[in-house]
């Protein structure tokens, strides 16, 4: 099993060796790019803003439930869910999250091209299909996963508000007080570089795998089940090392 791990590392190495190059026709790159943004992260707003809302909602529900002891001030479930939204959901569960929206996306994009020998019929005309097909992907989605994000972030907190402004759990004072109190400004940064690593696990990873499939649609479908479940657990190994390496 370790030497099959080793020589997928390898592979997926010199994989993206292929893929970091310079385009051929830079005008072709741009615009391949900011369609590829458009489809990965444009389209995976309302995603976002739906899960971040509810999560939101739902972790200032807990933390209001849970903060019953009188000498624990009542602001501090407001700081609670900033903290949370902040240092883990937005970054790392929500790129977990698009691991299976993207992710699978763009494996089976890629799986299909294979298997229905488009890539094969760009490597006859000379060109660098890993360059061409997935440098486009990678580049327009981690330049756009900030914006997810910070939109993450706002609309998590956004549903926390909704909480205390529609429910008598909380106040809205005290709630937003909670979210000001003690903010540390470098966790916004924190989350966001996390999220350039794990858009950059998201892209290449599911890449990889969709570029190498082999044989017919049921490989694709597993090959796309395979980059989710791998990226995932890549994506939880980064979370381990950057949170270590940022916040120590």
Same mark, same amino acid.
């Given at each position: 099993?370790?030497v099959?791990?080793?020589?997928?590392f390898?592979?997926?190495?010199?994989?993206?060796s292929?893929?970091?190059?310079?385009?051929?026709?830079?005008?072709?790159?741009?615009k391949?790019?900011i369609?590829?943004?458009?489809?990965?992260g444009?389209?995976?707003?309302?995603?976002? /803003?739906?899960?971040?809302? @509810? !999560?939101?909602a739902?972790?200032? *529900?807990?933390m209001? %439930?849970?903060?019953?002891?009188?000498? &624990?001030?009542?602001?501090?479930?407001?700081?609670?869910?900033?903290?949370i939204?902040?240092?883990e959901?937005?970054?790392?569960?929500?790129?977990?999250i698009?691991?299976?929206?993207?992710?699978?996306?763009?494996a089976?994009?890629?799986?299909t091209?294979?298997?229905?020998?488009?890539?094969?019929?760009l490597?006859?005309?000379? /060109?660098?299909?890993?360059? @061409? !097909?997935?440098?486009?992907?990678? *580049?327009?989605?981690? %330049?756009?996963?900030?914006?997810l994000c &910070?939109?993450?972030?706002?609309?998590?907190?956004?549903?926390?508000?909704?909480?205390?402004?529609?429910?008598?759990?909380?106040?809205?004072?005290?709630?937003?007080?909670?979210?000001?109190?003690?903010?540390?400004?470098?966790?916004?940064?924190?989350?966001?570089?996390?999220?350039?690593?794990f858009a950059?696990?998201?892209?290449?990873?599911?890449?990889?795998?969709?570029?190498?499939?082999?044989?017919?649609?049921?490989?694709?479908?597993?090959?796309?089940?395979?980059?989710?479940?791998?990226?995932?657990?890549?994506?939880?190994?980064a979370?381990?090392?950057?949170?270590?390496?940022?916040?120590?």
């Open positions: 099993m370790l099959s791990y080793t020589q997928s390898g592979k997926y190495c010199i994989f993206l292929q893929v970091f190059r310079a385009p051929d026709k830079w005008s072709v790159f741009g391949s790019m369609f590829e943004i458009n489809k990965l444009v389209n995976s707003i309302p995603l976002v /803003i739906i899960i971040s809302i @509810f !999560i939101g739902v972790i200032c *529900i807990q209001q %439930l849970n903060i019953v002891s009188p000498l &624990i001030p009542s602001y501090s479930t407001g700081m609670a869910t900033r903290e939204l902040l240092l959901f937005s970054s790392s569960i929500l790129s977990l698009l691991a299976g929206k993207v992710g699978s996306n763009i089976s994009e890629i799986g091209m294979r298997v229905t020998e488009q890539i094969d019929a490597d006859i005309m000379g /060109i660098n299909s890993a360059n @061409f !097909i997935v440098l486009p992907k990678i *580049i327009g989605f981690v %330049l756009f996963v900030p914006v &910070i939109l993450s972030m706002f609309m998590g907190l956004f549903g926390g508000y909704l909480i205390a402004q529609f429910t008598t759990m909380l106040s809205v004072e005290k709630y937003i007080y909670g979210i000001q109190t003690f903010f540390d400004e470098w966790y916004v940064w924190y989350g966001i570089i996390k999220t350039y690593f950059f696990i998201i892209t290449s990873v599911a890449a990889y795998y969709g570029y190498y499939v082999k044989g017919g649609a049921l490989e694709v479908g597993k090959a796309s089940t395979n980059a989710v479940v791998s990226s995932s657990i890549l994506i939880l190994l979370d381990v090392i950057l949170t270590k390496l940022l916040l120590q």
